[in-house]
């Protein structure tokens, strides 16, 4: 017969490689998906920019004075500047692990977003059109938006750790990614395809640093 202490090793084993088939299965699948959200922007790229330029314009016709400067500021939470001080405040907090997840999410982001960025060579909205906006910012190109896929990205990471601020944690992303198109730097597909990035690579990561059990000893 089989003793209780074995049943519960093999569980534990069971468990364990059922995690590890799950876990590679979403790195795959985050691969996959990114891969699929690339190909069509591309494969689509014409009928994409003539809805996605008309929303652009709409949405910067319909602007509000008196929140303007709010937008400017609250934009500031998708800069890795911003990100670096939450990474700052979780390490004195003794909150490790969360502060390596997030601060090596946000060094593969950078990388990943600055090589599509160059690769795709999409102009800023007000360089072709007669927007003007409403932060200054780089000429540099602007499919897919940084500072939404790092506020996804984060979102995503920081979830893993504090599930119960979920919610918050996307909210915030969601008014980042809305704040680049009605300050005027962004089209809504690079802040739609910023936010698919983002989440995506945040599943990505933390599967990854979970498998190779980064931070395990913190």
């Not at 014409?46 to 809805?51: G, K, M, P």
């Not at 990388?111 to 932060?135: A, D, F, N, Q």
């Not at 790092?150 to 909210?171: E, Q």
Request: aromatic residues 14%; contains cysteine; charged residues 15%.
């Amino acid at each position: 017969m089989v003793s209780e202490k074995s049943k519960s090793n093999l569980n534990f084993t069971s468990g364990k490689n059922q995690f590890k088939i799950d876990n590679k299965f979403r790195i795959y699948m985050s691969v996959l998906l990114l891969i699929i959200t690339y190909s069509t922007v591309f494969i689509f790229w014409d009928l994409l920019t003539q809805y996605d330029t008309a929303l652009f314009l709409e949405i910067c016709e319909e602007r509000i004075p008196a929140i303007e400067s709010f937008f400017v500021l609250w934009t500031n939470g998708g800069t890795s500047l911003f990100m670096c001080l939450i990474i700052i405040f979780l390490w004195l907090k003794g909150e490790k692990k969360p502060a390596i997840y997030l601060a090596l999410g946000l060094i593969v982001d950078a990388i990943l977003v600055y090589t599509l960025k160059t690769i795709i060579h999409r102009p800023r909205p007000y360089e072709v059109l007669s927007i003007m906006p409403l932060e200054l910012v780089d000429n540099f190109r602007s499919l897919p938006s940084g500072h939404t896929s790092t506020a996804f990205l984060s979102a995503m990471i920081l979830s893993k750790f504090y599930r119960k601020y979920m919610i918050v944690f996307f909210v915030i992303a969601v008014s980042i990614g809305f704040s680049r198109v009605y300050l005027g730097v962004h089209y809504p597909l690079d802040v739609i395809v910023g936010a698919i990035t983002g989440c995506l690579l945040g599943i990505l990561m933390v599967d990854l640093l979970d498998r190779f059990e980064v931070g395990k000893r913190l």
